[in-house]
């Protein structure tokens, strides 16, 4: 390729996919050339273990992308360093005339994207962010006056508002591909060559299980049985496109449809108060004493409080990276609620284990079980964890198969006794709020 030829070029991040790519479309159909890239980036690699499952699950993404574009001819440029240095590099070596990206509501994601943006201005180019990766971004779903949501109710009524008014688009990248640069092969860096352990981890292709979705209401809430759609790494990583689940959702499942709204709420949720990364969303709930005790959160990260439900949920996770969500709540209220220790460790933990993990929903899952987010009387949710047992495991199907050691001595006594836990919390909390 000559030094310097003029291209646009689609930068893909959490949108790993070449088909309904809402950026790549508008760039195909907008500009020829294009060229395609993706960033291994080390200000993230670099904070994460060397077998961190969730960058073999990126890799996976991208060698599946080159495979599919090799096959058409074209090629998938990728680099393995720090975003600002990369740019640099390409401005260097091509006349860059536009970029194009999806947006990406994270905090570090919107600096990265601030710097990049300035970059471009400085060589002339122009810069393209849309909406990709949310069914409504942060500005679509408002009040009357245009001030944000702050409780979900009344925001999922606005939603469906909208969705009339603007109902689900797809735009069809994969039918444009043929506009992206010619390549020879390029090489793709090993996950042994950027430090992390290249382990042959088998992967599924995103399916939407439409079997499942005239029971999701109900069965959803059973983790005894394989009810849930299992997609949430996908939609966090874009493998998947929401826009399409999201239609899907519309014929066949009113409950998977509130699930996206939650996640676009919680997304909203951290575009506008982005200081709920570090702290409550509602201020006074940062005045909580917490105990923090260290030895009953290692018991609670091993899942040994003695709490079938728990501990059956913290084993599932430690195990595959993978939480039913039912269990996501009981296990975070076990740990503000009745451990009295601070959402945030929880939060940590979580985003260190889940394939899944996403910023804005985890934050905003552990802000509700602690009762410092979006909620009208949050405190007063205290989950009983042996009913919630009772309820959604009745035949102990769920916590069996992660506890085998259920019923016999090796298995622990409860940590706290639940009725004196709850009565400590709600005295806790009556005491924060009133500071």
């Not at 899942?303 to 430690?318: C, E, F, H, I």
């Amino acid at each position: 390729m000559p030094v310097h030829q003029a291209v646009s070029i689609f930068w893909f991040r959490r949108d790993l996919r070449l088909h309904d790519n809402h950026g790549l479309f508008r760039a195909l159909t907008q500009h020829k050339p294009v060229l395609p890239v993706f960033i291994f980036d080390t200000d993230i690699l670099d904070e994460l273990p060397m077998g961190d499952q969730r960058v073999a699950f990126i890799h996976w993404a991208i060698e599946n992308i080159s495979n599919q574009l090799r096959q058409l001819g074209k090629e998938l440029l990728v680099f393995h360093g720090k975003p600002l240095d990369v740019w640099g590099q390409l401005f260097a070596s091509y006349s860059v005339t536009d970029i194009y990206i999806n947006s990406d509501h994270e905090p570090y994601a919107r600096q990265r994207d601030g710097d990049i943006q300035a970059l471009a201005a400085a060589h002339s180019a122009r810069f393209h962010a849309f909406k990709d990766h949310v069914v409504f971004h942060e500005h679509e779903v408002v009040k009357p006056g245009g001030a944000a949501y702050t409780v979900f109710t009344p925001y999922a009524r606005r939603w469906r508002e909208q969705l009339l008014i603007h109902p689900v688009l797809t735009y069809e990248s994969e039918n444009h591909l043929d506009r992206l640069l010619d390549f020879p092969n390029q090489t793709l860096p090993s996950l042994a060559e950027m430090g992390f352990l290249d382990r042959k981890i088998l992967f599924d292709e995103p399916f939407i299980p439409e079997h499942l979705l005239p029971g999701y209401a109900t069965n959803r809430n059973l983790p005894g049985l394989d009810a849930t759609t299992k997609l949430g790494i996908h939609l966090r990583f874009g493998t998947l496109s929401v826009r399409k689940l999201a239609l899907l959702a519309m014929a066949h499942s009113e409950a998977l449809l509130n699930e996206l709204i939650w996640r676009d709420f919680y997304a909203m949720v951290l575009w506008h108060f982005p200081h709920v990364v570090h702290q409550a969303f509602k201020p006074a709930y940062d005045n909580i004493e917490w105990r923090n005790d260290p030895k009953e959160f290692e018991a609670w990260c091993l899942g040994k409080t003695g709490y079938p439900m728990v501990d059956a949920g913290m084993r599932q996770l430690n195990d595959t990276g993978y939480m039913h969500n039912r269990l996501r709540m009981v296990t975070a209220s076990f740990l503000a609620k009745h451990l009295l220790i601070d959402w945030r460790w929880g939060e940590a933990y979580f985003a260190q284990k889940l394939m899944d993990y996403d910023l804005a929903s985890n934050n905003g899952g552990w802000q509700w079980a602690a009762g410092s987010g979006c909620d009208a009387a949050p405190y007063f949710r205290i989950f009983n964890p042996e009913l919630q047992r009772e309820r959604f495991d009745p035949h102990w199907t769920y916590c069996k198969k992660w506890l085998p050691e259920l019923g016999t001595s090796l298995y622990p006594e409860p940590m706290v006794d639940h009725a004196l836990a709850r009565k400590r919390a709600l005295r806790e909390y009556e005491r924060a709020l009133k500071a």
